[in-house]
């Protein structure tokens, strides 16, 4: 990937394309890219931050691993999603596991030389913050899950997490495709893949979604928000 693919990778992002043209030249100058193998682990829970990523290519998993030794996954990452922010800002350790569900080419800003951008311009933390703030308002979303919402409005919230529905317009999900398995579905929701289908079946019937070799696209943005609220 040139310089100027980066630079379009960058002003891409809504939270980056904010930025003086300066900074996000600095940005690109700072960035370098990182392969993984299918289900090489990037970072465990509780590890020292190294940098900020984004996703080129492939697909990362989030997740923790429970009291009982289960896999409990938060979400996936595609293309073009950003991650890893919080541990930059606080200066404490990695919140969850993130592996590799497939070979991914990554994006990665270095701890070290990001902190150093932020100390010569302070004025960019209020940009930053912003970004933190979205986070926080998704997670209070993902636990209002469990204050009794049913599975369908656990999944239709779920796939409003994947679409970066959470904290953007209905505008900005409306046609938004989803790369996923109802196998991966049914692990985020705590459910069986056959549970998983039908909701889905049921969705596509009410013309929310379509679906088609593991991919989801979503028709009808504001009737899945709705959903994701019973």
Sequence with gaps: ????????????????????ETVINS?????????LPKGQQLHAKGDVADGLYCV????????????HGKEM??????????????????GLPRTHD???????????????????????????????VRLLCQRIRATFSLLDETGGLSLQGQLAKRLLLLAGGLTNSEQ???????SISQESLAHMINSSRQTVNKILNQLK??????????????????????LSEI
Excluded at 99 to 115: C, D, G, R, V
């Design 1 to 20: 990937m040139d310089r100027q693919q980066l630079e379009t990778l960058f002003k891409r992002n809504n939270w980056f394309s904010q930025l003086p």
């Design 27 to 35: 940005l690109v100058g700072m960035s370098r890219l990182r392969m």
């Design 56 to 67: 080129l290519d492939g697909k990362i998993r989030v997740s923790n691993v429970n009291s």
């Design 73 to 90: 996954v938060l979400t996936w990452l595609d293309d073009g999603n950003w991650f890893g922010e919080i541990s930059l800002f606080d």
């Design 98 to 128: 993130a592996h590799a569900e497939q070979a991914t080419t990554l994006l990665m800003l270095p701890n070290q030389t990001f902190q150093k951008l932020l100390l010569s311009q302070p004025s960019l933390y209020p940009h930053f």
């Design 172 to 178: 900005a999900i409306q046609g938004a495709t989803i």
């Design 205 to 226: 019937s009410q013309q929310v979604i379509s679906s088609a070799y593991g991919k989801i696209k979503i028709l009808d943005s504001a009737e899945l928000i709705q």
